[in-house]
């Protein structure tokens, strides 16, 4: 394998002093001291987050500062609370309960926080959905979860097909104009008007849910993947080590809330540790992400590759407008971090980019680079203290430094998922080998413990950091009329990771055309989400698939790439 050399840079001054005596000491029982619920047992995560603040001297600190291309607003710890706790009464009031579970599908936007933290705070679990999702999107994942309520907005309820989903007892509308809303429709606003800023909070039990996340594997729909109150743990120490939040910072995570990384890091580590929050709505574009590093003095800072990239293509004439000198500490994740861009960083911030690694599943940060460590660019960096990683071939026997295999981590861990929704069987399969948890990643480690990611091994999609499953696509794809068979593949892409490459048999009658794919690329768009839809198409008179009928991404893959096809036994003719 490819060694790289460490960069040659001071480590910064960081929470986290010594890597390696943390490692070897480290006892997340002694975390748990951090919290009010060590004593009582009596758990709230958004009491934790908020309410903890709201009530110490921090209570007229900034919490949330919201800004997007009409709206800037500012909310403090005591404000945080009280909106929250309104939301809980308003939650209450229309009888949700314990456990119920509650969608979010909105924008961002300070009511998609209130409405987050009101959900937790009575016991219920909040199930976040990414604003560009479209109905059939939608659709899977509230039928899936049985949701019993959605809070959304008067344009995105086009997308909920309310009809079809028995379960959906409760729609709340943020920002609906008409005065005589439909039955079990309610006005947000209407309603926090009138509710009280007291709210008695559901104390529950550390390993009830709290947060659902719908994330793609390579079959199937979505899972829900289930995260319990107990992983406040993880978010604030993570927070404290890793993002290095210490108590004046203000941070930024620019991930959607849609996300895992838009909850995890977006809400509950900063606000567990305290922090000032930015949160910015609206696209991508430099001059207005500079802007706003800008502007609100950003100290840590927590993207993506691609925006890396794309802000690395933007050019020096962009950066040089801005004023970047607050910025302190700066992180990656979600795909591979280029070590070129590593390096760009450090010319262009002055400052080191962090890369981190971690996935739905797992909730919160595993592998990272610590800014008192040397970082070899390229790597994932070394286990958070507490987690132990190691690679393993299929049958469980860890692997020699420099030998590629699965990266496995002990289980559990306080933010591990604890069930996938009424999926117990997929559950299973990431503990297939006894005491350990299969990431589905490829890695190795090399001899001083750093781990390198080296791919998928499966067919899941990573785009622009976004995880896309080949079968969500493909199953949008067979419901276009001239779309007989699709296999759809993850094609490498210099500034995107990957792009979602489809291709297609078509039905008798129809013809290639440039006129089609671009049909059958908005019929996508429009049907499932933008992100799902296939940047490239190519018509093919036939799809290599097994015996059983099953399309071979594999063979796709090793086409596009003039790789080996491989073992081809079990193809049809
Ligand atoms: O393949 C890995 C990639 O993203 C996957 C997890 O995706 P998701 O659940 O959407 O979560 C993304 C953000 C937590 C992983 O299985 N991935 C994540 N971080 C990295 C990465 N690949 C390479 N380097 C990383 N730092």
């Known amino acids: 394998m490819k060694q790289m050399q460490p960069l040659k840079v001071m480590t910064q001054d960081n929470n986290l002093s010594s890597y390696e005596d943390t490692y070897n000491n480290f006892d997340w029982k002694e975390v748990e001291k951090a919290f009010s619920w060590y004593e009582t047992g009596k758990v709230n995560a958004a009491y934790e987050a908020i309410d903890r603040h709201a009530e110490s001297e921090r209570r007229d600190k900034v919490a949330l500062i919201y800004s997007d291309a009409n709206r800037e607003e500012q909310y403090t710890f005591e404000k945080m609370k009280e909106q929250s706790n309104r939301f809980g009464n308003v939650l209450r009031k229309i009888g949700i309960q314990k456990g119920d579970r509650v969608f979010v599908f909105m924008p961002r936007s300070p009511e998609l926080y209130f409405s987050l933290f009101g959900i937790i705070k009575i016991g219920a679990i909040v199930g976040p959905l990414f604003e560009a999702f479209m109905e059939a999107a939608v659709r899977d994942r509230l039928e899936d979860s049985e949701a019993v309520a959605l809070v959304t907005t008067p344009q995105l309820l086009e997308r909920v097909p309310v009809d079809e989903l028995p379960a959906l007892k409760h729609i709340i509308l943020v920002g609906a104009e008409e005065e005589n809303l439909k039955e079990n429709t309610y006005s947000f606003e209407k309603e926090m008007s009138t509710a009280s800023p007291e709210l008695d909070i559901e104390w529950v039990d550390r390993e009830d849910g709290m947060i659902m996340h719908y994330t793609s594997g390579s079959t199937g729909k979505p899972k829900g993947v289930f995260h319990v109150h107990n992983a406040m743990i993880q978010h604030y120490q993570t927070g404290k080590w890793v993002l290095d939040l210490k108590g004046d910072d203000i941070y930024w995570c620019t991930a959607d809330p849609g996300w895992v990384t ?45 925006a890396f990239r794309m802000l690395m293509g933007a050019g020096a004439d962009v950066v040089n407008k801005f004023d970047l000198s607050s910025l302190r500490h700066i992180l990656s994740v979600g795909e591979p971090l280029n070590p070129e861009v590593i390096r760009w960083g450090l010319e262009t911030y002055n400052r080191r980019i962090h890369d981190t690694w971690w996935m739905t599943e797992t909730g919160g940060i595993l592998i990272s680079n610590y800014p008192c460590m040397k970082m070899k660019p390229g790597s994932m960096g070394k286990p958070f203290p507490g987690i132990k990683a190691a690679i ?73 950091g976004e995880r896309v499953g080949p079968f ?83 063979v796709l893959k090793a086409w596009e790439l003039d790789l080996p096809t491989g073992d081809l036994s079990t193809m049809e003719n």
Do not use: C
Not at 395 to 404: A, H, I, R, S, W
């Open 472 to 554: 969500e696509v493909e199953s949008k794809l067979v419901e276009h009329p001239a779309v007989a068979e699709a296999g759809v593949i993850g094609k490498p892409d210099p500034v995107r990771g990957e792009i979602i490459k489809a291709f297609i048999a078509l039905r008798d009658g129809y013809k290639p055309s440039d006129e089609l794919k671009e049909e059958i690329r908005s019929f996508v768009k429009k049907g499932l989400a933008a992100h799902a839809s296939p940047r490239e198409i190519e018509f093919k008179e036939k799809l290599p698939k097994t015996r059983s009928g099953k399309i071979m991404r594999r």
């Open 262 to 306: 838009g909850t995890s890091y977006g809400v509950f580590a900063p606000w567990l540790n305290g922090a000032t929050n930015v949160i910015r709505g609206g696209r991508f574009s430099p001059e207005d992400w500079y802007g706003t590093l800008e502007k609100y003095g950003v100290t840590v800072w927590y993207s993506a590759p691609t």
């Open 392 to 464: 393993m071939d299929d049958q469980g026997n860890e692997l020699p430094p420099y030998q590629m295999g699965n990266l496995a981590i002990q289980a559990p861990w306080p933010s591990m998922m604890r069930k996938i929704w009424k999926n117990e069987a997929k559950y299973k399969e990431y503990f297939r080998i006894p005491g350990w948890y299969i990431s589905g990643d490829s890695a190795y480690r090399d001899e001083e413990g750093y781990f390198w990611f080296q791919g998928r091994i499966d067919d899941v999609i990573n785009t622009s």
